[in-house]
């Protein structure tokens, strides 16, 4: 199934460890985002990409890094995990079409928990 | 700047019973508007988008939304819930900056269905 897939789906890492969640996107989409979502806060926006070897922040971009090597795939890494990344991590892929039409697909998911 | 308010973060409904989901936004331009649904343990979901065309928005699973411009309102309703209604909603509204368009996400409502 076409789609946005996003690995792993749970890890437990200890403060001071690091980690890069995988997003992949079988759709050809030119925008890539990594979002972190935490009760009472909606979603918020982490880095995000408008094409194959770009990047840029978003809202909270502290303590995250991303690459983006190939259209089809977009990492986040955390060099050095802190329990305030405690988190449900999603990734989510655009298209932009002529005439300003355009949607987004999400991820499943990362549940993250920082000890 | 785009923001977007839910009010009220529980909402609870009968079976049977109309479901009201308020949504209100700030944007300095129209604005594309977004209603999401999030199942337990499970990525979003687009119910509905507006964009600037038809101010009633029809979506999946009998919800609908309308555009009030005067009232910088976007809330989401549906006739009669189901017990698999139960989610969390986001409300979300896209900004145009750097490129790529970006949700800014409101903090969400969880809706509870009352046999």
């Known amino acids: 199934n076409a789609g946005v897939t996003q690995t792993p789906k749970f890890r437990v890492l200890k403060t001071g460890q690091s980690m890069t969640l995988l997003c992949a996107q079988d759709?050809?989409?030119?925008?890539m985002y990594w979002y972190r979502q935490d009760p009472g806060m909606g979603l918020r926006l982490i880095h995000y990409?408008?094409?194959?070897?770009?990047?840029a922040k978003g809202e909270v971009p502290d303590g995250y890094n991303v690459s983006r090597l190939k259209k089809q795939n977009f990492l986040l890494g955390l060099e050095s995990a802190a329990p305030s990344q405690t988190s449900v991590y999603f990734c989510?892929?655009?298209?932009?079409?002529?005439?300003?039409?355009?949607?987004?697909?999400f991820g499943s998911g990362t549940r993250l928990t920082v000890v | 700047a785009q923001s977007v308010t839910q009010l009220g973060s529980h909402v609870s409904v009968s079976e049977g019973a109309l479901v009201l989901l308020r949504c209100n936004y700030s944007?300095?331009?129209?604005?594309?508007l977004f209603w999401y649904v999030q199942y337990p343990n499970q990525g979003l979901q687009l119910l509905l988008k507006y964009t600037s065309a038809a101010t009633l928005v029809k979506g999946i699973n009998g919800f609908e939304a309308e555009f009030k411009k005067s009232e910088t309102s976007f809330h989401l309703t549906k006739p009669s819930a189901h017990m698999s209604d139960a989610a969390e909603y986001f409300c979300a509204v896209s900004r145009w900056a750097q490129g790529a368009q970006k949700l800014v996400f409101g903090q969400g409502t969880r809706l509870t269905i009352n046999p």
């Open positions: 990409s408008v094409g194959e070897g770009t990047t």
């Open positions: 989510a892929s655009s298209y932009l079409r002529r005439g300003g039409d355009y949607g987004y697909t």
């Open positions: 759709m050809n989409h030119e925008y």
């Open positions: 944007s300095s331009v129209p604005p594309y």
